[in-house]
């Protein structure tokens, strides 16, 4: 036995990763650096950079230039027939500019020198964050991995023995059925924990496959060493903007400096140029020529003093602009980074709170597991809430270190590694440790559930669970229908409605079947004596929440004016306060619902019904209203409680509970077939005979003088369920 629980142990702690993960250092991570995406486009971006500079660089100094040109001349000193010729020249110089265009050349240069500089500090930055990024989704990686290996250690002691001891527990009356729920619903909850886990660290693991461009496994992390910051420090924040807007600053700061000749473009030429002789001195053979010149050229606007003066005016503001949203910016990150700052300087104090409460959790499981073995009474449940209050300080722990991290890894953006000025802010996770009490509870009560422990049974007993029931009857149903027109339509209708124990409808219509019936009603009446013949109540069913709001309530009395002379079994308001668009909210959305149905009783020449959820049959979820009374006091007959869930437990408790309070008041229970709902709300995703057995159960457990039977939502749902649901 020893052995199984030493391998269970080791079990629990490779659970979330693979059996041949390996372990991998944040230091093996870094050695991809290079290849994320990001850090790849920033070094394209110096690259062109820097080709661009090298071409500006290329075009600085000595410039070539020249030309050939031909044409035809006549000279007048010239003898016929030689009058008339052709006249070609060739030209070819060196021109080196001065003064302005030298300084334009310059400032081209100097401007590409700094598109290099800022693109060289977007390239650091994209490594150092890059860096950080993954530091960041390696910590995400390890809290998941060690909150999963916890939650896996947690949710086994419910299959090991908890909730078989907790049942044998309430079926001989020794805990409460809310306690037992109540026990169960912190199973439920780290089930639902563990997904949100397991997607956590799926996320951080393809997060850090793609930051390094590379395939990565499950793996098992390490925390390293963090260094600590403290709050009485001065710290140089650097942020890329503020870099990026100094090398900016610096390059403007030397244009002003060093550019004096705005406006003014020279250069110093040296051509040479040859060609042949005009006039021809012989008129035998043509004579050739050639010769060349130094010049001194320029060129400039002639209101150049007002140029000038506006160039240099321009600079000045641009540099009073950069350093302005420089200081602003600085004193933003400052800003920022102290709040952060404060923020990590609580954490470390919650820290060493969570600490203190693991340590007292821990302590409370060794004593309460002390005292199972001295005591009777309530020593058992106290020391499974022991465990409980014991799981949720280790995850608290767990997400308060990540956090702690993270929060160290953010801070790190604004400044350099601050240097250790003290012990290192480490907390190792000692997750061996951390998995003792829950292996020890795993040990105990699998060994208890090992023995032979017959319940015993409670007779004649309405809080045994419905599970345990076995009387069983015959049941029939009420249905919401929505669709009018197919039913009326519908060949074989009865027939249908008879075989799925079908006795009463609650007959939805729209607002042009409304108009159609109120000035033709002979199909509906048609159909409303065929019900009576088949001995199915049919009730008007009205279902627009927007009829709560004042403006809009007129529409709902208009509605039943226009009926009145409608021969229906009652009138049914399904209008949920829930489903307003945030007009009404809090005591007094619900003041309107009830004053809606208020005024439609008055109204209304049938007995009135509504549909509502069930957080509104108690004071405490609803603003402190007595909604049920109030309910009471207007008229309405039956309340239908709108409780869609999968826990039978949960919903006869709460139903019978406000049954007995209100006995004079009818109740019935919705229940849903919509493919729509979750599983845990819906029965369209369970077999048919699941589905029969538990409303067989339910209305066994609920069955009562003012229990109006199970209503089924919807008849189109219904039907679409058994056609796709043939078993």
Request: negative net charge.
């Amino acid at each position: 036995m020893k052995i199984h629980w030493y391998l269970l142990q080791v079990l629990f702690i490779l659970l979330p990763v693979s059996a041949e993960a390996e372990v991998r250092t944040l230091a093996d991570f870094y050695l991809h650096l290079d290849q994320a995406a990001s850090v790849l486009k920033t070094q394209a971006d110096l690259e062109a950079q820097q080709f661009h500079l090298r071409a500006n660089e290329a075009q600085k100094g000595w410039e070539v230039f020249g030309g050939i040109s031909g044409g035809y001349q006549k000279s007048p000193f010239a003898r016929e027939p030689f009058g008339n010729f052709f006249d070609p020249m060739a030209r070819i110089g060196l021109r080196y500019p001065l003064l302005g265009s030298a300084e334009r050349q310059d400032r081209a240069i100097g401007d590409a020198e700094t598109q290099v500089r800022i693109e060289n500090v977007r390239h650091e930055w994209s490594k150092k964050l890059a860096a950080l990024f993954i530091e960041e989704n390696y910590a995400a990686y390890w809290s998941a991995e060690k909150m999963l290996a916890l939650n896996h250690a947690y949710t086994h002691l419910r299959n090991a023995g908890i909730e078989k001891t907790l049942h044998q527990r309430h079926e001989t009356g020794l805990l409460l059925m809310s306690d037992y729920f109540e026990f169960l619903s912190t199973f439920e909850q780290a089930e639902r924990m563990r997904l949100e886990f397991i997607n956590n660290k799926e996320q951080a693991l393809m997060r850090l496959a793609h930051l390094t461009s590379t395939s990565v496994t499950p793996f098992e992390a390490i925390k390293p060493g963090l260094n600590e910051i403290t709050g009485n420090l001065t710290y140089d924040i650097k942020q890329l903007d503020l870099e990026i807007l100094q090398t900016q600053i610096d390059n403007l700061r030397k244009v002003r400096e060093t550019q004096n000749w705005q406006g003014i473009d020279s250069d110093l030429s040296v051509v040479v140029f040859g060609g042949p002789a005009i006039p021809h001195p012989s008129p035998d053979s043509m004579q050739w020529g050639y010769g060349g010149t130094v010049g001194f050229n320029f060129r400039m606007p002639l209101e150049i003093v007002s140029y000038r003066k506006n160039e240099q005016s321009r600079l000045n503001s641009q540099l009073i602009s950069f350093q302005a949203e420089y200081t602003r910016r600085d004193q933003e990150l400052n800003l920022e980074f102290r709040s952060m700052l404060g923020r990590y300087q609580q954490l470390m104090q919650q820290i060493k709170f969570q600490q203190t409460r693991l340590d007292a959790t821990r302590e409370s499981v060794r004593e309460r597991y002390l005292r199972l073995h001295a005591l009777d009474g309530d020593a058992l449940e106290k020391y499974i809430q022991s465990i409980n209050t014991y799981y949720r300080a280790a995850i608290e722990y767990v997400e308060a270190e990540a956090e702690q991290w993270k929060l160290h890894v953010r801070l790190r953006q604004f400044v350099s590694t601050p240097s250790s000025t003290g012990a290192s802010a480490r907390s190792e996770t000692d997750l061996v440790g951390m998995l003792e009490p829950l292996r020890k509870a795993d040990q105990f009560f699998e060994k208890r559930s090992a023995k032979e422990m017959k319940p015993i049974k409670l007779a004649n007993s309405n809080d045994q669970l419905i599970v345990s029931r076995s009387n069983s009857t015959s049941i029939s149903f009420s249905v919401y229908a929505w669709n009018y027109d197919d039913i009326v339509s519908q060949s074989g209708f009865w027939e249908k409605s008879q075989s799925m124990q079908i006795k009463r409808i609650l007959l939805s219509l729209s607002g042009p079947q409304i108009a159609s019936i109120a000035s033709h009603p002979t199909a509906l009446n048609k159909f409303l004596r065929e019900a009576k013949h088949q001995g199915v109540k049919v009730e008007l069913l009205l279902g627009d929440p927007g009829w709560i709001l004042p403006k809009e309530r007129v529409r709902l009395l208009e509605i039943i004016k226009r009926l009145k002379s409608i021969s229906f079994d009652g009138l049914h308001l399904d209008i949920e306060p829930d489903q307003l668009d945030g007009e009404l909210v809090g005591e007094d959305m619900l003041e309107e619902f009830i004053e809606t149905i208020r005024q439609a009783t008055r109204l209304s020449p049938w007995p009135v019904a509504i549909s509502i959820h069930p957080r509104y049959l108690a004071k405490e979820t609803s603003f402190g209203l007595c909604i049920p009374c109030q309910l009471k006091e207007i008229g309405v007959k039956e309340i239908t409680v709108m409780y869609y869930s999968m826990n039978l437990n949960s919903i006869a408790v709460t139903v019978k509970s406000i049954m007995k309070q209100y006995p004079e008041l009818m109740f019935s229970l919705a229940q849903s077939l919509e493919s729509e709902l979750s599983v845990e709300n819906s029965y369209a995703h369970k077999p048919q005979a699941f589905f029969r057995d538990t409303m067989q159960k339910l209305y066994n457990h609920l069955r009562a003088s003012n229990f109006n039977g199970l209503v089924i939502q919807s008849l189109k749902d219904w039907e679409t369920y058994i056609h796709e649901n043939p078993l």
